[in-house]
């Protein structure tokens, strides 16, 4: 959303930037690396920390600084507010009753998806993933089931514009990394209705993901099955879990 000039305050624009400066890779940042990774001078990183530490987001040990508990209060407060995970939850939590996999809904945000739903825990198959899978984990669309799904949303114009000018990292041997290939695989994508992912972002982890449509045709998340062992084949996860999740895709489509 484009605003004018003078309504953007800069201040809490570079605040949000140092919080989202920490992540997987870094849970810990001193003054000098949060002023690399939010794009500031030290002097301002460092005084972004010291007012965040006040106001009980950071937690520092005079040098380092660290996310306190309270910054999950912006993931409560949508989780308890936004009608999308609270519709899709009940469904997530019968298919992984039924199915002892792990299912999530997962929406796009720039250059990843973020998980706002899950239902799993159960059966044998279950195990922590390198990554994790809990709500609000991040991950690089080029290489999900559910990234997939929902570039294959865009149009012509929008795809082009996403990915102008970014790199796709490789993170496995299976990943996507050149830009012609991945085009031509969110056009299989579009044809099909449903993605497979096969070790394209972790190693032993397999993913089949759908689009989630609201009544007027738009899709709002892409719906997914999180399947950590060795690959099964295509045809058996068409056969055995695809009509599970479009019947799903049905199912919640009135309450999106």
């Known amino acids: 959303m484009a605003i004018a000039k003078a309504d953007f305050i800069e201040g809490v624009a570079k605040g949000m930037a140092v919080l989202e400066s920490f992540d997987t890779e870094r849970q810990r940042l001193n ?8 794009g500031l001078t030290r002097a301002a990183a460092r005084r972004h920390l010291l007012t965040l530490t006040h106001l009980g987001y950071l937690e520092t040990d005079g040098s380092y600084f660290w996310m306190a508990p309270k910054v999950l209060r912006f993931s409560g407060s949508y989780l308890a507010s936004s009608r999308l995970p609270r519709a899709l939850q009940p469904t997530l939590n019968r298919l992984a009753a039924q199915t002892h996999e792990s299912f999530s809904a997962v929406v796009l945000d720039g250059e990843e998806v973020v998980i706002i739903a899950r239902g799993g825990g159960y059966g044998a198959h279950t195990h922590a ?33 996403w990915l102008k000018g970014r790199v796709l990292p490789r993170l496995t041997s299976h990943t996507l990394t050149q830009a012609k290939a991945l085009r031509q695989r969110i056009s ?10 096969t070790e394209e972002h972790e190693l032993g982890v397999q993913a089949l993901a759908v689009p989630l449509r609201n009544m007027q045709g738009h899709t709002v998340a892409a719906l997914n099955v999180v399947l950590p062992g060795a690959p099964r084949p295509a045809s058996q996860l068409q056969h055995d879990l695809l009509p599970l999740l479009f019947e799903a ?4 489509r009135p309450m999106l």
């Open 31 to 38: 003054a000098t690396l949060a002023a690399e990774r939010a």
């Open 129 to 161: 993933l390198a990554y994790g899978l809990h709500l609000g984990a991040r991950l690089p669309v080029h290489a999900t089931s559910t990234g997939c799904v929902l570039l294959a949303t865009m149009s012509a114009a929008g795809l082009n514009a």
């Open 188 to 197: 299989q994508v579009r044809a099909d209705d449903y993605c497979i992912a």
């Open 249 to 252: 895709a049905r199912e919640v």
